[in-house]
């Protein structure tokens, strides 16, 4: 089981912007798929970002150009930028490790954009 932590969440005012981290228990290279996804109240989870152990990324429509995930192989942490953040953006963002042994889930983190 790989252990996630996330940070970085918070309140900003609309506009603003955030940094999330996700930091991995293990070698994140090991792990085939790390991803950000965000549930809001009332609402089902989703796919925000997420980037392959080669570097390669998708986005939600929603937040293409204005988020961007990236990934330190050194300090097996992935982070999600985020910029002119919306109301709509507000929500408990969770980070996700796909594994080919399993999927394992942080506890989240509360990103909360005042309008």
């Known amino acids: 089981q790989v252990q996630l932590v996330e940070s970085g969440g918070g309140l900003v005012q609309a506009g603003g912007s955030l940094r999330l981290s996700c930091a991995a228990s293990i070698r994140i290279l090991a792990i085939n798929v790390m991803g950000w996804y965000r549930q809001a109240p009332g609402k089902q989870r989703e796919l925000v970002a997420r980037?392959?152990?080669?570097?390669?990324?998708n986005y939600a429509d929603s937040v293409k150009g204005r988020f961007t995930i990236s990934r330190d192989n050194t300090k097996n942490t992935v982070y999600l930028q985020m910029n002119s953040l919306k109301p709509e953006d507000t929500a408990v963002y969770y980070c996700?490790?796909?594994?080919?042994?399993?999927?394992?889930w942080g506890r989240g983190t509360q990103v909360t954009v005042s309008s």
């Open positions: 996700n490790a796909d594994s080919s042994w399993a999927t394992d």
């Open positions: 980037i392959t152990s080669a570097g390669n990324t």
